[in-house]
């Protein structure tokens, strides 16, 4: 019996009856982190780490049954003992360590390697089992470091400013834009952003999980003349303001890294910045992990897998409804 399954419900640990981001309503659920596609409504308890426990209830309910844990802190279910590891990818994500009688496996969930500066850096934890994603498992996806691509962005900020424009980025709400509004220089102009991250960085803030606070954006906002606004791609009061106000729009993804992602997006820059792990994070995260055996999930799982097995690993796949880098539409 393998000490993790892949079933209709999500990853599945039957020794302790407790699902791994489970896409479909189960009883005990182990949650990596706060995105739509890992952290999904319905589950009876839910467990993650401390710093996630705001998230959940901010995006799935405040009444939800969830307990938090710390780094490294043991969870004891039927002999099998988990715990939760630092991923890097957002605030309050983590991998999921699991052992059972010597066997130890790892789910990474989603996460990078490069310290953002906002959560929890990466840590590499040894197993015989490794279950790593792979959104952007293909040579083509190398990143450059996150100060180079701020850079750029206040670079572009500040000629759209000195043009009277609005500076527009669509930016993912929970992991993106706290790591644009960071490390932003704030002395270019104002910052807005639009409810939905807004709100998101509010219960942050609220949570001493973050510090940077921004203003709101309506249609009644003033001093809108050379400002930045982060934004997801629907935004009805970025739709009023745009009818009045010269825009330059961007998008902040590791999908920009391809023009025919810019051009279908319809946006005037794109800036290569991902909360997931490139290329050579992704074999680094397998190389540390000194796994025996690589189970790979969601991205370009078949063409890395099949790298990682010229590699001399035993390397599969694993289908899943986890969808990488989020959708900003």
């Known amino acids: 019996m393998e000490l993790l399954s892949n079933t209709k419900n999500g990853l599945y640990c039957e020794v302790a009856d407790v699902y791994i981001d489970p896409w479909r309503k189960v009883d005990k659920a182990l949650i990596t982190h706060g995105h739509s596609d890992h952290a999904r409504p319905g589950h009876k308890h839910y467990m993650c780490h401390v710093n996630c426990v705001p998230i959940l209830k901010l995006r799935i309910g405040k009444k939800i049954n969830v307990r938090g844990f710390n780094f490294g802190e043991s969870i004891h279910i039927n002999e099998v003992r988990f715990s939760f590891h630092p991923a890097g990818h957002v605030i309050g994500s983590a991998q999921i360590r699991v052992e059972y009688k010597g066997e130890v496996w790892v789910v990474t969930g989603d996460y990078k390697l490069e310290n953002d500066q906002v959560c929890t850096p990466f840590e590499s934890i040894k197993c015989h089992t490794l279950i790593t994603e792979s959104t952007f498992g293909l040579p083509i996806y190398k990143w450059a470091t996150q100060d180079t691509i701020i850079q750029q962005i206040n670079q572009w900020w500040a000629q759209n400013k000195a043009d009277h424009k609005i500076s527009v980025i669509y930016a993912y709400s929970l992991g993106k834009a ?53 934004s997801p791609q629907s935004s009805s009061a970025l739709n009023n303001i745009s009818k009045h106000h010269p825009m330059s729009t961007a998008m902040a993804s590791g999908w920009m890294a391809t023009r025919n992602k810019r051009r279908n ?10 909360d997931h792990a490139d290329w050579d994070g992704l074999l680094e995260a397998v190389r540390s992990s000194e796994a025996e055996r690589v189970i790979v999930t969601h991205g370009y799982q078949s063409a890395f897998a099949r790298y990682l097995s010229e590699l001399g690993l035993r390397a ?13 539409s």
């Open 316 to 328: 599969e796949t694993y289908d899943t409804a986890f969808k990488g880098e989020p959708s900003l």
């Open 265 to 274: 997006r319809l946006i005037d820059k794109g800036f290569v910045l991902s």
């Open 178 to 230: 706290q790591r644009i509004l960071k490390h932003l220089s704030h002395d270019i102009g104002n910052i807005y952003a639009d409810n939905s991250i807004y709100n998101t960085n509010n219960a942050l803030i609220q949570h001493g999980l973050y510090k940077r606070a921004c203003q709101t954006l309506n249609p009644e906002s003033k001093d809108l003349d050379g400002a930045l606004v982060l």
